[in-house]
């Protein structure tokens, strides 16, 4: 009953690479972006940075700052890019470690200083607004930042190397905005060569578009959930596209217990038993990024399917067993909560009403992970 560990995420590497690879075949010559924010999508972006760059991926792309320079003290020397900034942002300290930053406006000035600063100029990638409304240029602005970019670059402090956007309903292939989104990237784009910029990369294609939109792929694609083998369109599984799950989210049964019918299980009880029934104990709860918003989630427990019952708690959620097992058996038992073997991510996303890329990237610090070398060959912790 005793085990080396109580949970763990178990991330297989040699899938990252698959992934990369499989992309690769897809996009060429376009080069690929491995995006490694948020941990990797919660998978452990030094670990997946490494096989990404393995793989063939000639660039890293991260949200912050400061998630690239943790990145490159870890010794990764691709190009990296990062796209969201505030003013705390220590664009200096970027500079000097050769990270690529986005501008879709007011950092411009910053970056500026910061070159000064760190006595070297900054490599800038544009960032037009295409349709997301988040950040980007407003369009009616891009001719003004597109001089205010050249006055920098001929000054020394910087050099716009890119220009790029994000798309906001890839996912959906059958909607027109994505046309037009790049009907505006096309323009955007044009002005900016039209003013002198010698670009190296033009980029607007996350995994949706990688997929389904090979018009959009341009110089460099981002590639986020599909690296980490999921994928990003409803009612359709990564096997499809050849991708492979890269994380197996795994516990173990810490009890188990006979109840009576009618018995009422968790906070708020909202779940009674309907019959005799035993209940296994699962030591995972929000606290380690399990969705207390999961209704029936499944599990796999020794082969079997099983549904959580009740609402999930801080530490652990209840699973009902039904009435004929082995208790000395089951407890200790290993339970999938989804990767290989188990039920798939999406599976646990529609229990919670939200989508894959929040169930991988909400697995907490408290869940160790375990990288492995293909499936469940280990390669350290």
């Known amino acids: 009953m005793t085990s080396?560990?109580?949970?763990?995420?178990?991330?297989?590497?040699?899938?990252?690479?698959?992934?990369?690879?499989?992309?690769?075949?897809?996009?060429?010559?376009?080069?690929?972006?491995?995006?490694?924010?948020?941990?990797?999508?919660?998978?452990?972006?030094?670990?997946?940075?490494?096989?990404?760059?393995?793989?063939?991926?000639?660039?890293?792309?991260?949200?912050?700052?400061?998630?690239?320079?943790?990145?490159?003290d870890a010794g990764i020397e691709v190009p990296m890019l990062a796209w969201l900034h505030t003013l705390d942002t220590p664009f200096a300290q970027a500079i000097s470690a050769n990270i690529d930053l986005a501008v879709s406006g007011w950092e411009l000035d910053h970056v500026a200083r910061a070159a000064q600063e760190a006595a070297q100029p900054a490599r800038v990638h544009l960032k037009i607004d295409t349709g997301l409304g988040r950040n980007g240029s407003a369009p009616a602005d891009w001719e003004t930042l597109l001089d205010?970019?050249?006055?920098?670059?001929?000054?020394?402090?910087?050099?716009?190397?890119?220009?790029?956007?994000?798309?906001?309903?890839?996912?959906?292939?059958?909607?027109?905005?994505?046309?037009?989104?790049?009907?505006?990237?096309?323009?955007?784009?044009?002005?900016?060569?039209?003013?002198?910029?010698?670009?190296?990369?033009?980029?607007?294609?996350?995994?949706?578009?990688?997929?389904?939109?090979?018009?959009?792929?341009?110089?460099?694609?981002?590639?986020?959930?599909?690296?980490?083998?999921?994928?990003?369109?409803?009612?359709?599984?990564?096997?499809?596209?050849?991708?492979?799950?890269?994380?197996?989210?795994?516990?173990?049964?810490?009890?188990?217990?006979?109840?009576?019918?009618?018995?009422?299980?968790?906070?708020g009880l909202r779940y009674h038993t309907s019959e005799e029934t035993y209940l296994g104990l699962v030591p995972m709860g929000y606290a380690d990024g399990i969705p207390r918003s999961a209704l029936n989630a499944p599990v796999s427990i020794n082969g079997k399917t099983y549904l959580v019952r009740g609402t999930i708690a801080m530490d652990q959620f209840v699973v009902d067993l039904g009435p004929d097992i082995d208790v000395e058996a089951m407890l200790g038992s290993e339970v999938i909560l989804f990767g290989q073997g188990g039920p798939s991510i999406t599976e646990w996303a529609d229990a919670a009403g939200t989508i894959n890329y929040e169930i991988a990237t909400r697995v907490s610090p408290r869940v160790p992970r375990r990288c492995v070398e293909g499936t469940w060959g280990e390669s350290g912790e």
Not at 193 to 208: C, K, M, Q, S, Y
Request: net charge negative; glycine share 10%; with cysteine.
């Open 4 to 72: 080396s560990w109580e949970r763990r995420a178990v991330i297989d590497l040699a899938n990252i690479r698959e992934n990369v690879k499989r992309v690769g075949e897809l996009v060429a010559p376009a080069a690929i972006m491995g995006v490694v924010k948020a941990d990797g999508y919660g998978h452990g972006a030094i670990a997946v940075g490494r096989a990404a760059v393995q793989a063939g991926a000639t660039w890293l792309g991260c949200a912050h700052v400061t998630e690239a320079l943790k990145i490159r």
């Open 148 to 267: 205010r970019a050249s006055s920098y670059q001929d000054e020394g402090l910087m050099r716009v190397v890119g220009v790029f956007s994000h798309l906001a309903v890839a996912d959906e292939p059958e909607r027109p905005e994505t046309d037009e989104q790049l009907e505006a990237f096309n323009q955007a784009v044009a002005l900016a060569e039209d003013a002198g910029f010698d670009l190296e990369v033009r980029h607007i294609a996350n995994t949706p578009a990688i997929l389904s939109r090979p018009d959009s792929h341009y110089d460099l694609v981002r590639l986020g959930l599909g690296m980490y083998g999921m994928s990003p369109f409803v009612g359709e599984e990564p096997e499809r596209y050849g991708l492979r799950p890269a994380m197996t989210l795994t516990s173990r049964i810490a009890n188990v217990k006979k109840v009576p019918a009618g018995s009422g299980v968790g906070y």
